[in-house]
């Protein structure tokens, strides 16, 4: 059952890949013949800093996109964790980073399965539930700051140095990115689970009637996001050290813009963990390296949403001509 | 169905009402004729892109780039301005520029065959990403004489312009969608894009034209916006178009295509308006607002179907 499958999606989407690593090489090649700062040490750090922030982030936005939905409120939860995380560092400095943690992940998923039981019992649509909890989410963090900021010397010791300290030379940022990203490799290629949403996503009704619990998954889907985003949101307060209203504010764009580059569907059933890798190391080379090339920063959001144009415009087009390539060789299943 | 979407705006209505009953009780200032006129002014220019996007949510698309199509526009008004063009012009290329990024949506969308949602997130970033690239941390600030009038005039000292636009709109759109061929074939599309194909309906070039319009609607609430304030940074109408859709769905249009109705996403208009311009009046800070309408959106779309769930079906 799972190699015809496998033999299927191989072709077109590691040839979409390939594509991609070539262009992020030439992109890499030309900017540091430009700015050789950009292969500095300290400059790939931060890369893969942000990077893996944004690649774990991408990563759960693409459970949502493979079922067919979308979680619009990751960004509004990861501000809202991060805010709640950072009053408590403020309020009991000495809290240890395990129960930061613990409290990250906590608030994240139960905030992840609000979206989960509207979508998954109520059987709403994904992209007005989503919408709905970014906006509440998002005057949550006002509620619960009044408005006001935390900033760096506010917070516990140990929240900031936790995901900024390394092991390795790398940041615990990182690590815990890719611990992230190894889970949602196994989970999606290797588990029954995994394979489900993908299942969901290409055909719902085929999926329900082979015996696939529809509620169950997507309850998992948004509460992985939730999760993930919880800790993320942490993470990200910590990275930058304040927290405010508008923490990661549009940054739920860009991790779907990430999966959209990396050839992720956003119709559902297509998208594999190295193509939202490669979507994500796109996007963030591309809004670090400007300020290097002496590109004002402000033309970051011009750049990126040409990229993601790009991106799908080529990937429709690769798409049509395999439509077209396989109309002209006659369905297999077709009598001669 | 007729049943329901009636039904609908009558919970639509009932909530209006209470709404501004709660409101004229809470505060003396409420029902003051200047100050009711006053207040539509906060919401009429998302409200006239609301009209073009309850075409395009019908039609089961969708489009995310109404703010940023705004803040092109204005940037494009605002920079014209300073090279002396008259008000004519002005409101002449707002209308053209918006025209023309909505036709930009509507043939890669219609062009390319690509889902709604990721093109407009695209263009989302490009159009509002072209306004920070020309104008960075700056402002156009400068205008002609008599340019504030559009979006700061009244008829009579008493009706607002943009009110005026926005009713003469409505009727429009009501009329287009609810009592004319081009209605009944968005709703056959909206509903079942694959039969009204079969059925001889040009599906694609029906989706472009709506998003055309959508584009020209968002230029025209940006010439009314950038005349109101009389001043555009790039960051400005910022998610004006969650705002925009949340109407939308609030009024009682399936994001799933295919159903809905014009008078219900304008009587949603006001049930927002009404409730936005009670709490300023209670000096309730203005983000507490994405909390009521993110709880509102939730609540209006879940209560149908759990009440649906809990009362068995009579038919």
């Known amino acids: 059952m799972r190699s015809p499958l496998r033999g299927a999606r191989r072709g077109p989407a590691s040839r979409r890949e390939a594509a991609l ?11 540091s013949i430009r700015a050789p700062v950009f292969l500095s040490a300290g400059s790939l750090d931060t890369l893969i800093t942000d990077g893996g922030i944004l690649a774990m982030m991408a990563l759960v936005q693409m459970l949502a996109l493979i079922t067919g939905g979308v979680d619009l409120s990751i960004a509004a939860t990861m501000a809202l964790v991060g805010m709640v995380t950072a009053l408590v560092s403020r309020a009991h400095p000495d809290l240890p980073v395990v129960l930061t943690a613990l409290l990250a992940l906590g608030l994240g998923a139960v905030l992840g399965a609000v979206n989960g039981v509207l979508i998954a019992a109520v059987r709403m649509p994904p992209i007005v539930v989503t919408l709905g909890t970014m906006s509440l989410y998002r005057g949550a963090v006002f509620l619960v700051s009044g408005g006001t ?14 995901p900024t300290s390394r092991t390795l030379g790398i940041t615990h940022i990182c690590w815990i990115a890719a611990a992230v990203i190894a889970a949602g490799y196994v989970l999606l290629g290797h588990t029954a689970r995994g394979r489900e949403l993908y299942a969901l996503g290409g055909n719902r009704s085929a999926a329900r009637y082979v015996g696939i619990r529809e509620s169950r998954a997507l309850m998992r889907v948004y509460c992985l996001t939730g999760l993930v ?16 209203t508008e923490t990661a504010l549009g940054f739920e764009l860009q991790t779907i813009a990430a999966c959209v580059i990396g050839g992720v569907s956003t119709a559902g059933g297509k998208g594999r963990v190295l193509g939202c890798l490669l979507g994500a190391a796109f996007l963030v080379i591309i809004l670090n390296s400007l300020p290097m090339i002496d590109v004002s920063p402000f033309w970051q959001m011009a750049i990126s949403g040409a990229a993601i144009l790009g991106a799908v415009i080529v990937n429709s087009r690769a798409e049509a001509t395999r ?8 369905s297999p299943e077709a009598p001669r | 169905m007729t049943r329901l979407w009636k039904r609908w705006e009558s919970v639509l209505v009932v909530l209006l009402v209470a709404i501004c009953a709660v409101n004229s009780v809470a505060s003396p200032y409420f029902l003051d004729v200047h100050n009711l006129f006053d207040s539509t002014a906060a919401f009429t220019e998302k409200a006239i892109v609301a009209l073009s996007m309850t075409l395009v949510i019908i039609g089961r698309d969708i489009d995310l780039s109404v ?48 889902q709604a949602l990721v093109v407009t ?9 072209i306004s920070y690239a020309v104008l960075g941390d700056t402002a156009y600030t400068s205008y002609p004489e008599g340019f504030d009038q559009l979006g700061q005039g009244a008829l009579w000292g008493l009706v607002p312009y943009e009110l005026l636009v926005f009713a003469i709109l409505a009727i429009a759109f009501t009329i287009a969608v609810h009592y004319t061929v081009i209605g009944r074939r968005l709703f056959a599309y909206g509903s079942n894009p694959d039969a009204a194909r079969y059925s001889g309906i040009a599906v694609d070039a029906h989706r472009f034209w709506f998003f055309t319009i959508n584009g020209t609607m968002s230029g025209l609430a940006a010439v009314l916006l950038t005349s109101r304030i009389g001043a555009t940074r790039p960051n400005i109408a910022t998610s004006w178009e969650l705002d925009v ?8 249009v399936s994001i799933l295509g295919g159903s809905g109705s014009l008078p219900g996403v304008i009587l949603a208009v006001f049930v927002l308006g009404m409730l936005t311009f009670g709490l300023g009046l209670m000096n309730v800070p203005g983000i507490m607002m994405s909390i009521v309408t993110g709880l509102l959106l939730i609540v209006a779309i879940a209560a149908p179907l759990v009440i649906r769930r809990i009362v068995p079906r009579r038919v």
């Open chain 1, 149 to 162: 900021w935390v900033n760096a010397h506010e917070f516990g010791p140990g929240y900031l140095a936790f």
């Open chain 1, 21 to 31: 690593v070539a262009i992020i090489a030439v992109l890499v090649v030309a900017i």
């Open chain 2, 67 to 114: 703010a940023a199509i705004i803040a092109l526009c204005s940037t494009a008004i605002g920079w014209l301005a300073t090279l002396g063009v008259g008000s004519f012009g002005l409101v002449a290329a707002g209308l053209v520029v918006g025209t023309a990024a909505g036709a930009c949506n509507g043939a890669i969308i219609t062009r390319f065959r690509i």
């Open chain 2, 245 to 252: 859709i949340a109407v939308v769905v609030l009024g009682g």
């Open chain 2, 121 to 129: 997130i695209g263009t989302m970033s490009l159009f509002r990403g």
């Open chain 1, 323 to 330: 439509r077209k390539a396989v109309r002209l060789a006659g």
């Open chain 1, 229 to 244: 985003g919880g800790l993320a949101g942490y993470l990200w307060v910590a990275r930058y050290a304040v927290a405010y």
